[in-house]
């Protein structure tokens, strides 16, 4: 049973650029959450996905943004790269009917902004 | 807002050792408390959870009870591997029960 799959799992940026990450929810999950994790940090909540919808978003600007598709799959995209915007972005799925207990994470997109 | 508050590493214990990694919220209401564990180039794993006062979560020899007197749910392992050197991170559910709002982490190194 595959879990969440994330691709790339690096990639390096100029700044300016955009960039867009993608992410697989474990079988059965129907909902998406991106977080992003600076080095030496604790990963922050970007926002969620649900029945194509965002459903809740962070404390993040508007040049983050997401998509889920028909299949629950979901791309983070972001504009106007920043130095600062070099994390690991992680995505987690869950399912309503699981709960929290079955939020499961990726290994993530290293994304590093020259 | 809801936020978790963790001690700072690096913690560095010797094999067999005991280890206490403390951890305080503060949230509205009483939010479900977890415990993740992110080993190098890894995604987060859940180690433990509870979801009331009172409530211990367990797993692999760790455990952490969910004091709401005093707002802490401290991971704890009688006998340390080496195995376990990674990094914890403590987090609770946001009231929504929507996002997971994480610690700093704490990085654990474990020798022999």
């Known amino acids: 049973d595959a879990g969440v799959t994330q691709s790339p799992t690096h990639l390096i940026k100029t700044r300016g650029q955009q960039v867009t990450l993608r992410c697989s929810p474990k079988?059965?999950?129907?909902?998406v959450s991106w977080y992003q994790q600076a080095l030496g940090q604790g990963p922050q909540f970007i926002f969620q996905?649900?029945?194509?919808?965002?459903?809740q978003r962070g404390n993040f600007p508007d040049r983050f943004s997401g998509h889920q598709f028909p299949n629950y799959s979901s791309e983070l995209n972001v504009n106007a790269l920043l130095l600062g915007d070099s994390a690991l972005y992680l995505c987690?799925?869950?399912?309503?009917?699981?709960?929290?207990?079955?939020?499961?994470f990726g290994s993530g997109t290293r994304l590093t902004v020259v | 807002g809801d936020s978790v508050t963790q001690m700072e590493g690096p913690v560095t214990l010797s094999e067999e050792a005991f280890l206490t990694i403390n951890c305080t919220y503060t949230?509205?209401?009483?939010?479900?408390l977890f415990w993740y564990v992110q080993y190098p180039g890894e995604g987060l794993q859940l180690l433990l959870k509870?979801?009331?006062?009172?409530d211990k979560g367990s797993n692999k020899g760790f455990e952490a009870t969910y004091r709401k007197e005093t707002t802490s749910f401290h991971l704890e392992k009688g006998s340390v591997q080496v195995s376990d050197s990674a990094v914890y991170f403590c987090?609770?559910?946001?009231?929504?029960?929507?996002?997971?709002?994480f610690g700093k982490g704490t990085t654990l190194s474990v020798s022999s």
């Open positions: 987090a609770l559910f946001n009231q929504a029960g929507t996002a997971l709002i």
């Open positions: 079988s059965g999950h129907d909902t």
């Open positions: 987690a799925s869950s399912s309503p009917g699981q709960g929290y207990y079955g939020y499961t």
């Open positions: 949230a509205t209401g009483y939010p479900s």
């Open positions: 509870a979801t009331k006062a009172d």
């Open positions: 996905y649900y029945e194509e919808e965002e459903r």
